[in-house]
């Protein structure tokens, strides 16, 4: 079964005229578990009608032009914030909320849900399946104030605003479901590559998720490693790259990635990430079913065994396995000092 999915080569599973949606989930990624992800154009006018997710959690990174997302959750709490470039925005499941473009330009959403099959709920849908008697009733209405217009059972999904987006003062502000990962400091940076983190210790609001904003530049590897309880799921922003994974009983696979690429790596399976340019650098986007991510990397792992065990393990000499740096701890990106082979 495949780790690589193309979301570049797809046809959008909804194409309107105020948006579309481009799928990875179960039906179409079936190696994936408990994660999907979709890709949403929205152009100017456009707004993603008010939804919900019956069964997820999303985290949504914004590629592109600016958003303002409106929010009713649980306990009456509203929450109103534009998001831009480089920043995400986190809603937890079961609650209605709407993106709307804010800008001149389309707004790009990578929107990822915590679950592989994620139930959505649009409200044009619901309120199509109602009479107008019920309608009315819920708000104190006589019937006839409800009538003159069409509703449908299906989800309009996309539609046009009825009027220009109006951004206040203070939907610019900070708001907790809100994080601006790409100004953050590094978690990691060296000369190879940095990672920034949206996990539980710097974004509370997480609560099945975590997210790594990871760059690799042209003389840097993501180290062989795998995630003891953690499934990841990437998506290739920028460069070209080559992954390796192991699967149980010993089939290794080897993948190229190019921008628009999506990958998956079941818990603990091992693998590793190379850049394949050398005059230009990765940009990952990484998502995590869990919002506390772990690692296990070879820079701390295979020293922290005993040389009579890993020399032959590695099948090395005990004078080879002497030469591997005894590290504390892993150095998540390392340095290629040899030319990509293959």
């Known amino acids: 079964m495949s780790h690589k999915f193309s979301l570049r080569a797809q046809k959008p599973s909804v194409a309107t005229p105020y948006g579309s949606k481009t799928s ?19 152009p100017c006018g456009g707004f993603r009608e008010p939804h919900w997710h019956a069964n997820a959690d999303e985290l949504t990174y914004c590629l592109g032009g600016n958003v303002l997302v409106t929010i009713f959750a649980s306990g009456n709490v509203h929450a109103r914030f534009v998001v831009g470039a480089g920043e995400m925005f986190f809603v937890p499941s079961g609650s209605l909320h709407a993106i709307e473009n804010a800008g001149p330009e389309a707004a790009e959403l990578l929107v990822t849900l915590s679950d592989e099959s994620p139930e959505d709920f649009g409200l044009s849908g619901f309120v199509g399946n109602l009479t107008p008697g019920v309608l009315a009733n819920t708000w104190g209405l006589d019937r006839t104030a409800l ?33 601006a990962i790409e100004s953050r400091a590094p978690l990691l940076q ?34 062989p490693h795998w995630h003891p309880e953690t499934a990841e799921l990437g998506y290739v922003k920028e460069g070209h790259a080559r992954m390796t994974v192991e699967s149980p009983g010993g089939k290794a696979e080897t993948y190229e990635l190019e921008p628009g690429d999506v990958y998956f790596i079941p818990t603990a399976y091992p693998h590793h990430i190379e850049n394949l340019n050398a005059d230009a650098g990765l ?9 506390e991510v772990q690692d296990i990397g070879f820079t701390g792992a295979i020293p922290a065994l ?3 065990v890993m020399a032959p393990t590695l099948g090395l000499s005990p004078e080879q396995f002497a030469l591997i740096p005894r590290l504390p701890a892993d150095l998540l990106i390392v340095g290629k000092e040899n030319p990509v082979e293959g």
Not at 24 to 42: C, H, N, T, W
Not at 193 to 215: E, F
Not at 284 to 289: A, G, M, S, T
């Open 24 to 42: 990875a989930d179960a039906a179409g990624f079936p190696i994936l578990k408990g994660l999907s992800i979709y890709r949403l154009e929205i």
């Open 147 to 179: 009538d003159g217009e069409t509703r449908s059972a299906d989800d309009l999904f996309f539609a046009g605003s009825a009027g220009p987006c109006e951004i206040s003062e203070p939907d610019t502000y900070p708001h907790p479901w809100k994080f």
């Open 190 to 223: 060296n000369v190879h590559g940095s990672a920034i983190v949206a996990r539980k210790d710097t974004w509370p609001a997480l609560r099945h998720q975590a997210m790594y904003s990871v760059r690799i530049g042209g003389t840097g590897m993501r180290e």
């Open 283 to 291: 940009h990952f986007l990484i998502f995590f079913d869990t919002p």
């Open 306 to 308: 005993d040389a009579r």
